[in-house]
């Protein structure tokens, strides 16, 4: 499974980004998919996930603005009121057959 991360980019706090994540190869039989996000001297941390039957978790710190969607192959996190601690390097993720498939990640800044 190869996974192609877009969307990241600078944003001013308050504004909103999309990040898209597409899936190839191998695609067939994969569970959840969904983002994590690093710092730098941080370990990485979910952001959002969703499982092929459509359950959704989020971390406490970005609920009630962003949210995940996904179709088949494909992942989105629409991100709003982007807050300055959201800056970091986001990474799409997708789980198939018991083993994480990362993609190349994308940088997202958010300025005060």
């Known amino acids: 499974v190869q996974l192609q991360a877009s969307g990241g980019g600078l944003a001013q706090a308050g504004g909103s980004l999309r990040l898209s994540c597409v899936a190839s190869?191998?695609?067939?039989?994969?569970?959840?998919m969904g983002w994590y996000r690093q710092t730098p001297g941080k370990s990485r941390e979910m952001v959002a996930r969703?499982?092929?039957?459509?359950f959704i978790d989020y971390a406490d710190s970005v609920k009630g603005r962003f949210t995940i969607s996904r179709d088949e192959a494909k992942v989105f996190l629409e991100m709003s009121n982007l807050k300055p601690e959201d800056t970091a390097v986001y990474y799409c993720?997708?789980?198939?057959?018991?083993?994480?498939?990362w993609g190349q990640g994308t940088q997202v800044t958010v300025s005060s």
């Open positions: 993720y997708a789980e198939r057959a018991m083993f994480d498939y």
């Open positions: 190869g191998r695609i067939a039989g994969i569970q959840d």
């Open positions: 969703m499982s092929y039957a459509g």
